[in-house]
């Protein structure tokens, strides 16, 4: 069983920057790989980046890749998010979330990952 509390969403202007975090309430000692997701109002879940459990795989969705940076200390939490040049259509509930199955890799679809967070509000205004 993990457990997953997000934070650092907020109001932010279009151009400026945010870092949101994951962390663990309760977690178990197998290796599993974080990411996360992001949903708008009326959308699916959409994938924004992924870590494997080494650190050795990280991939970032093709809308995000040069604005966003995933990152997690070698205690592997809390799980970071930097984001930046922030756009009005990055406006979601941002979800922090773990795959359990495989930690070697850094899954892209949602249905790899099995605990999620309750998610942090991001908007961007104009």
């Known amino acids: 069983q993990v457990q997953l509390v997000e934070s650092g969403g907020g109001l932010v202007q279009a151009g400026g920057s945010l870092r949101l975090s994951c962390a663990a309430s309760t977690h178990t000692a197998r290796p599993y790989t974080l990411g996360w997701f992001r949903q708008a109002p009326g959308k699916e879940r959409e994938f924004v980046a992924a870590?494997?459990?080494?650190?050795?795989?990280?991939t970032y969705s093709d809308s995000v890749k040069d604005r966003v940076t995933i990152s997690r200390a070698n205690a592997k939490f809390p799980l970071i998010l930097h984001m930046h040049s922030l756009k009005p259509e990055d406006t979601a509930v941002y979800y922090c979330a773990a795959d359990i199955n495989r930690p070697w890799m850094a899954a892209v679809d949602v249905e790899s990952y099995v605990y999620w967070g309750q998610g942090t509000q991001v908007t961007v205004s104009s």
């Open positions: 870590i494997n459990w080494s650190g050795s795989k990280i």
